[in-house]
């Protein structure tokens, strides 16, 4: 929904290069330097989950979303909505998860804002990280639009855990084994990878939506198909239990420490090493390909040897995920 | 509340030089620009009120934001947080509003996120808009910090209105004259005055708890003494019989298309005479000046010939103003 709105109602009215590229981050030149700009809003239901809280996921994703575009995060704006009667102690804690996910990622919060509404006038806690990042290198063009055909896909790790984390916080009910969302800062693992390789064509990290989403978004941004294995897609056991239980799909569930990258296929191997030595790419695999056609389109080889389309999400079965 | 809130729990947490500063915008030097980054969020309520509405508002508090600290702004994103079943043709028309905004601050948005949340989940719509702009001369350095003795205040024209049409609106009174919102984008009087002369000391936007807040920050962050002359302060008549009736005093009253300048004495002419000369200006005054004591404090001189302290505003008498 969210997504027909912003391509409906938003693009064209904003039309210019920066908004139709439909990346995470805008590049931007400045005076001879190249940056990157994002902002997301957070509002995640309920902020404290397993793994952390809101203000963890608010500043991994941000500087998740400046990786994506190749740059090197360095500065986020916070600015907070809060519900009246929002126990101090919890901001506190928020807070301080903050400052903890910001020194790790090596990024600095800058300046901010604070505004308290009304008791039932927001639910909670809502956070919004903006960010920039310098590309410190002329030759790196990183978008949804380049995707190529013969193209391998990577994967850094396995899905499903953050939505899960989530959906079983808010719900209640205990899953048994140990999942905890993966939120993560994945500026390390990008500078590991285009170390490297300069042949990374695509960065994504499939938060909402999550890879079926991503992949269709880069299918038609690319304009190219996409054939996926799904023996290839690493999903933890207790995840896939938690998902079958449920009736979710792993495929679309949200991440928050991951990344699909698509690269040239002679990069392919040297990029996964190197996203294996990094701790939060142990997990990478090459799950698939880009292919010519159907263009658009992304297809699943299932394991037990069909091939099925996998759809855009449509309408939004975990809302307030991220 | 807010601001002890900030003082209290954020800025030790996240000590460093930026935020300590505690302008409007944060100044960063990268690979030899000189940017300004600054995000606020919005939850005006109601979101449209006399004189435009909550997208306007998010486009030209951003853009003053960042202008506040000398910069020129070029490009801003924008995040909403939407409640659910907010009417389609609303949006529609405050999407209108920020790129109405944008195109006549010459600002471009470049990148944005859009939430929804359940019924309930927050009062109709909430923007966050981040901005960046650029310090096109090394020897621009405007802050808070720098009023010295002797400096001369000006402000740029009559105060309270935007404070005014909102509560009107919210109440639902009706208040006879033609009170609208001020909001405007100050980005080309700031270039305008700029160019008349580089010695501006202080630049801010007196937006929530109006002039009298604003002022008591300067004096604090510079450790001087403010002396404002009641009788040059502009309050338009209407503006004054609403506070009048309402109980209300346009000193802590939100602006939001108004700024004061601190400024040294000899150049306090010529920038005056340069804000005269742009439509947001010419109701600019010389309303006061820079002492050395009582250091921190900001004193009234009345109409009637008496002094007395203006305080920081206690508590928030107009909550969701911006």
């Keep these: 929904m969210a997504h027909q709105l912003i391509a409906d109602q938003f693009l064209p009215i904003f039309s210019n290069p920066h908004l139709e590229r439909m990346d995470d981050s805008a590049v931007l030149e400045m005076k001879g330097c190249r940056l990157a700009f994002t902002s997301d809003s957070y509002v995640v239901d309920p902020p404290f989950f397993p793994g952390g809280d809101i203000g963890r996921l608010a500043v991994c994703g941000t500087v998740n979303d400046l990786s ?4 090197k995060p360095l ?22 998860s903050v400052q903890g ?32 990042g310098i590309l410190q290198d002329k030759h790196i063009s990183i978008s949804g639009n380049n995707a190529q055909v013969g193209d391998q896909l990577i994967l850094s790790g396995s899905i499903g855990d953050h939505g899960i984390a989530v959906i079983s916080q808010r719900e209640g009910f205990s899953l048994g084994g140990n999942i905890e969302s993966d939120m993560a800062p994945l500026n390390r693992l ?62 679309y569930l949200a991440n ?37 056609d159907p263009k658009g389109m992304v297809f699943l080889k299932t394991k037990i040897g069909g091939t099925r389309v996998v759809d855009m999400l449509i309408g939004e079965p975990l809302p307030r995920i991220c």
């Design 68 to 71: 994506m575009s190749g740059a």
């Design 75 to 96: 500065y986020l704006s916070l600015s907070l909505i809060i519900e009246e009667g929002f126990p101090l102690q919890e901001l506190r804690t928020i807070i301080r």
């Design 256 to 292: 928050e420490g991951k990344l699909v990258a698509i690269v040239k296929r002679e990069a392919a191997s040297i990029i996964l090493q190197a996203m294996k030595r990094n701790p939060l790419g142990k997990g990478a695999e090459i799950i698939g390909e880009v292919v010519e």
């Design 190 to 251: 990008v500078q590991d990878m285009l170390q490297a390789s300069r042949k990374i064509h695509v960065l994504r990290d499939p938060t909402r939506g999550g890879l079926a989403t991503t992949l269709n978004e880069i299918a038609a941004q690319s304009q190219v198909g996409i054939m996926v294995e799904e023996s290839k897609i690493p999903v933890r056991e207790p995840v896939q239990g938690a998902c079958e239980l449920l009736g979710l799909d792993p495929l």
């Design 101 to 132: 996910a910001a020194r790790e990622a090596e990024v600095l919060i800058v300046t901010g804002d604070t505004k308290v509404v009304e008791k039932g006038g927001a639910d909670k806690i809502f956070l919004n990280t903006a960010g920039i």
